[in-house]
């Protein structure tokens, strides 16, 4: 599977943004998809999480009531809606589809396909 992640850009603090994934071939309810994002100088760490039908989702701590995952498996494509950003919200963000269930959901190591990430800058 190869993932195109788009919809990042600059926005300030308090906006919108909605990030796009989508993939090369069927996702359709096989895979479970993931969003992840990296700031400059830190590690890369889970955002956002749901189950192939869509049916769960599983939200960081640090955006929770701010983000929101969805997915559209005919589309072939999974979403972040991100509302009232701030400014340590700025990162790479990247989408990814689950390709093991041996961990937790938000471990790196159960995603198995990346996209090439977007950037999402926020200004003060």
């Known amino acids: 599977v190869q993932l195109q992640a788009s919809g990042g850009g600059l926005v300030q603090s308090g906006g919108s943004l909605r990030l796009s994934c989508v993939a090369s071939?069927?996702?359709?309810?096989?895979?479970?998809m993931g969003w992840f994002r990296q700031a400059p100088g830190k590690e890369r760490e889970f955002v956002a999480h749901?189950?192939?039908?869509?049916?769960?989702?599983y939200i960081a701590d640090s955006v929770k009531g701010r983000f929101t995952i969805s997915r559209d498996n005919a589309k072939n494509a999974a979403y972040l809606q991100m509302n009232s950003l701030k400014p340590e919200d700025t990162a790479v963000y990247y989408c990814a589809v689950r390709t093991s269930y041996s961990g937790r959901y938000y471990m790196m190591r159960e995603f198995g396909s990346w996209g090439q990430g977007t950037q999402v800058t926020v200004s003060s």
């Open positions: 071939g069927s996702i359709s309810s096989i895979y479970d």
């Open positions: 749901i189950t192939a039908s869509g049916a769960t989702t």
